[in-house]
């Protein structure tokens, strides 16, 4: 194996979370020294659990495996590319039919312990409340905290834009009643990943008036905008009786032979690589504790649960990329300063940790004096960044990967388009692209 080439330059890499640790891990990889900033634990975001890095702070799904998944694609693109996630992933992967899931505690720990094994790597453990003006990347992610945010709009002209988000509740495998509940993938995807709780349409009428009418913690100091692709699992049940059945708690796959046909679903996903701890699938939701504990003991099976972790509404920062940032993802106004991750206007860990290695892959290209090139739109990771770039509408706000960023693409040549993508992160990954 080829020694890999020292260089001089010393990288500030502030945020210990996912888009950071793909950020270090390219660069310290490419032999830069990195000094990563995380304020973790001597800052307290109330929604971490550990000092870990990369450590999942919502769901431990990192969705679809398949390829002609847009976010399947986006990680097969980041495999390519070297992903620290992607290895980490790997290593800590609990069943979950076609989804990519992982024990959330191994894959942050793994996600540390390689970014430990480097040398050139500083971990500097306090808030940072100054931009630096050596080359930085800023990745701080949705939780950032507001004192960095007051700085940071010293650059960005226009105030910060921000949305709902929230994690959902972990309940105990062994309080769970397998009288009622029983292992199933929906459509027979080849196991049993999940546990499922059938509702009768009795059932599910009554919970559902419960939860629209309990109590909801308050929050302050942000107005009470939603992130679609994620909403509190009260505001989606206000938006019609039938609509959680026809969502998270869809039955369709998941009858069971010598039960009668279940009217709603709740699936419980394997947190942890024990199989210990299982997440509620589709309930991050913003009720106060005692209130989870009341309505949600409703469903059947999870009348005696213990829950090892309420789900918890918290406050999701980003800037309005199109206005703020370069070509590069630099700040118009410090253009030593990359953004990278959710706080740049992508949303979901895999978009995140992505847009941690494409800014490595910027900065990497102009410290060698190399001339700046785009990612290709025509890669899922191209996409979205002309998405976060070139947004043109009303309100700007956070993207998934999804197909609809390449308009270009239709199903029936999908296989070429994935072709075409894997072929240009190649190049990149082979120093081909030019």
Known sequence: MAKREERREVIHVIGGG?????????????????????????????????????????????????????????????????????????????????????????????????????????????????????????????????????????????????????????????????????????????????????????????????????????????????????????????????????????????????????????QLRQDTKLGDYFNIVGFQTNLTYPEQRRVFSMIPGLENAEFLRYGLMHKNAYVDSPHALNEDLTLKNKPNVYLAGQLSGVEGYVESAAMGIVTAYFLDRKLQGLPFLPMPKETMMGALVDYILHFRGGRFEPMNANWALMPLVDKRHREEAIARSLSLIDAIAEGKHE
Not at 74 to 92: N, P, T, Y
Not at 232 to 251: D, M, N
Request: proline content about 6%; aromatic content about 10%; glycine content about 6%.
């Open 18 to 266: 996912l888009a950071g640790s793909e950020a270090a891990f390219y660069l310290l990889k490419k032999g830069y020294s990195v000094v990563l900033h995380e304020a973790r634990p001597t800052y307290e975001d109330h929604a971490h659990h550990t000092a870990d890095f990369g450590e999942l702070v919502c769901s431990n799904s990192l969705k679809s495996k398949a390829l002609d998944n847009a976010c399947g694609l986006l990680k097969e693109e980041m495999r390519r590319l070297g992903s620290i996630m992607m290895e980490s992933a790997s290593l800590s992967e609990v069943p979950a039919g076609n989804a990519l899931s992982v024990d959330r505690e191994s894959f942050a720990a793994s996600i540390t312990a390689k970014l430990l094994s480097f040398p050139r790597l500083s971990v500097v453990r306090e808030e940072v409340k100054k931009l630096p003006d050596e080359p930085t990347i800023l990745a701080t992610g949705p939780l950032t905290s507001p004192s960095l945010l007051e700085e940071l709009g010293r650059y960005t002209e226009k105030e910060h834009l921000s949305f709902f988000d929230a994690s959902a509740p972990i309940v105990k495998k062994d309080s769970i009643d397998f009288k009622k509940a029983y292992f199933k993938s929906r459509y027979e995807q080849g196991d049993e990943s999940y546990i499922n709780c059938p509702f009768t349409r009795e059932e599910y009428f009554s919970f559902v008036n419960e939860l629209i009418h309990a109590e909801r913690a308050q929050v302050h100091g942000f107005d009470t905008q939603y992130f679609e692709g994620c909403l509190p699992v009260e505001v989606l049940a206000s938006r019609g009786v039938e609509t959680l059945r026809h969502g998270p708690l869809k039955p369709f796959g998941l009858g069971q032979e010598g039960m009668p046909k279940p009217y709603a679903v709740v």
